[in-house]
């Protein structure tokens, strides 16, 4: 069986003076994908993307400074969410869908906001709304996600639900996967590049843009899905929300974690058509 992933090859689009690294693979209405902290175009599951790209164009790139592309990554993840959307200005695509994971889902966020004219619809995975919310991050995260080299037990931790069979095999498989076309020393894994995600996040939890509060009026639909434990990105963080954002769903996983699409990459991505495609 062919795999859209593993056949799509790295190109390069000068955006900003900067060379940025993308691939676009699929068929259909494009799905621009905001990657997560440390991710990079190797570390999202296959599985997962190939069952998207049967019905769509999978757009994926390396944000400035990190794995392949050029430069430095902002601070201001408003900047973040720009290059994305330059990146398809680039590509020629006028509308699109947006697809964010744990830090992406913050950046996919803003990228909705700020151009409210071009997003069609927006996934989010693992990850939280903006402004202040009340559950913060377990220290089993930063003690596991900050390592420079992440192995399959911290990944575990980080990604899953060590206390679930079931989880921990999937997360096994899924890390198979992926490790068949990942090479590992491209994962950014200094501190100076960690603190360039810490606060761009921080920004976003500042919310100076007023993004939470948009929420009321938003019309383009939204699709959430998050974990019953993600250590991270508290699920609970979102029911504030649920009665004062009329345009979004909500999905909640159980016995997952922060990689919840990892967890189960057919069942999420059939999610993730039903919405897209309705």
Known sequence: M???????ETQFAQIDSIKIAYRCFGNGTPILFYNRFRGILDTWDPLFLDSLATNHTII?????????????????ILEVAHVGIKLMDHLAYKNFFVVGWSYGGLVAQAAMFLYKDRVLKTVLIGTNPPGNNQIPFDPAFFERA??????????TVIFFEPTSIKSRAAGRASFDRISKKLDPTKIPSTADKFQKY???????????????????????????????????????NWFPLLRNAPSMQHIIINDAGHGLQHQEPVLIAGYINLFLNN
């Open 146 to 155: 900050l390592k420079p080299v992440n192995d399959l037990d911290d990944e």
């Open 2 to 8: 062919n795999s859209f992933f593993g056949d799509a």
């Open 60 to 76: 994926l790139f390396d944000y400035p400074g990190i794995g392949d592309s050029e430069g430095q990554l902002s601070s201001d």
């Open 198 to 236: 810490f606060d761009g996040s921080a920004l976003m939890k500042k919310d100076e843009s007023n993004f939470r509060e948009q929420f009321k009026s938003l019309t383009i639909p939204v699709l959430v899905i998050s974990a019953d434990h993600d250590i991270s990105f508290s699920v609970e």
